[in-house]
């Protein structure tokens, strides 16, 4: 498995939604399917990003470092989906 931005996003939303289900509707995806998502970028690192418990999550270490990539490569790719907009009718 490599790693994909789609993950990334989904990481980021739950992240800053604070919630599996809220991001999940903020995507518009199930909240088995976001879940999914992120337990293969935890395997693809090696390491859990989110701390859970039944009331809430929290970002573990490696979550807090993975923010800014994350967030960076959100920003990077909304800069391209703009400059490239210049070229399309």
Do not use: C, W
Not at 27 to 52: C, I, N, W
Not at 54 to 81: C, H, Q, V
Request: glycine share 4%; charged share 20%; proline share 2%.
């Amino acid at each position: 498995m490599a790693l994909n931005f789609h993950q990334l996003h989904i990481f980021y939303t739950v992240a800053e939604k604070g919630s599996f289900s809220h991001a999940a509707g903020a995507l518009h995806m199930t909240q088995p399917a976001v879940t999914m998502q992120v337990q293969s970028l935890e395997d693809y690192f090696g390491v859990k990003l989110f701390h859970r418990s039944t009331k809430k999550i929290e970002l573990s270490e490696a979550g807090r470092a993975l923010m800014p990539f994350a967030k960076n490569s959100i920003e990077l790719i909304r800069e391209t989906d703009v400059a490239m907009s210049k070229f399309t009718k």
